[in-house]
Each structure stands twice: as C-alpha cells, then as structure tokens.
C-alpha cells in the first residue's frame, strides 16, 4: 500500500486512504480508534496547478525573490508539485525541522527554497519565520 501511495502521490496527486467499519453496540465508542476499521482503498485526486504559475514562478525567480511554499500535502505529492511549479532543489521540511531553524538560519537562505507539507494550524508563524529575515526596503 506504501508504493501504491508513493507513486500517485509522486505524480503530484493528492492520496486519501479510505477504511470502513461496522458498530452493532447501541452507543457510540468515545473516539475513533474505538472502531474496528478494515481498510478498503486509496482514492487519488487531481488538483493541478493553475496555468499561470509556473511562469509567476519564474518571474519572481528572475526578479530575485526567493519562494517558500508552504502546503498541506504529503511530502511526495508537494515535491512533484513544487517541480511542475519551477522550484529547484526544494528541501523539504516539517513543522518540527521549522520549529527548530533559528533566525541565523532564515537569514542565511536556509531553506534555499522550502517546501513544508504536512502544515497544521498550530504551525502558523511558518510563513512569518521564514520570511522575516527576507524582507527588503525598496526606498
């Protein structure tokens, strides 16, 4: 099921598992895990890039400004995407490795360029730490 998933998600899909369970009890388990859930499939969706980001991408490349996407997909899927995109040699980070960069670090370009899949609310400064350090004044 893995390479199954690897390999849609490498051609930039976006993989969602599908499971089923049967509960015959009157009430309810109080979570989830409370089921006995059998797996029944991997669903794939399509979500393609609008057409004009690529060259937007390589606009603001040209221009000197450095992208960071920031994404809730599977890190596989936001490579493919972050390629059919125009971003070069994406790192990928998760929220722990950003929690973790220090100022010294954004400051220096690190990430060159960063792709941070798996984006949960609670990692909402992301975008702000990473790109603090960017910013210019243009007087």
């Known amino acids: 099921m893995q390479l199954a998933m690897d390999a849609m998600a ?7 598992g599908v499971a089923g369970a049967r509960h015959a ?4 388990p109080d979570a989830q895990t409370g089921f006995d859930f059998h797996f029944i499939g991997l669903i794939a969706l399509s979500d393609p890039l609008r057409p004009e980001v690529p060259q937007a991408v390589r606009e603001c490349r040209e221009a000197g400004i450095r992208l960071i996407m920031i994404t809730g997909d599977y890190p596989a899927t936001a490579l493919s995407i972050a390629a ?20 010294a670090a954004c400051a220096a ?11 949960v609310p609670r990692k909402s ?14 007087a």
Do not use: F, H
């Open 25 to 28: 009890g009157r009430t309810l």
């Open 84 to 103: 059919q995109a125009g971003l070069p040699a994406v790192e990928v980070l998760n929220g722990d490795e950003v929690d973790r960069l220090d100022e």
């Open 10 to 16: 490498a051609q930039g899909l976006r993989v969602i």
């Open 125 to 138: 400064c992301v975008s702000c730490r990473l790109s603090k350090p960017m910013r210019k004044s243009w």
């Open 109 to 119: 370009g690190s990430p060159r360029s960063a792709s941070v899949p798996a984006y």
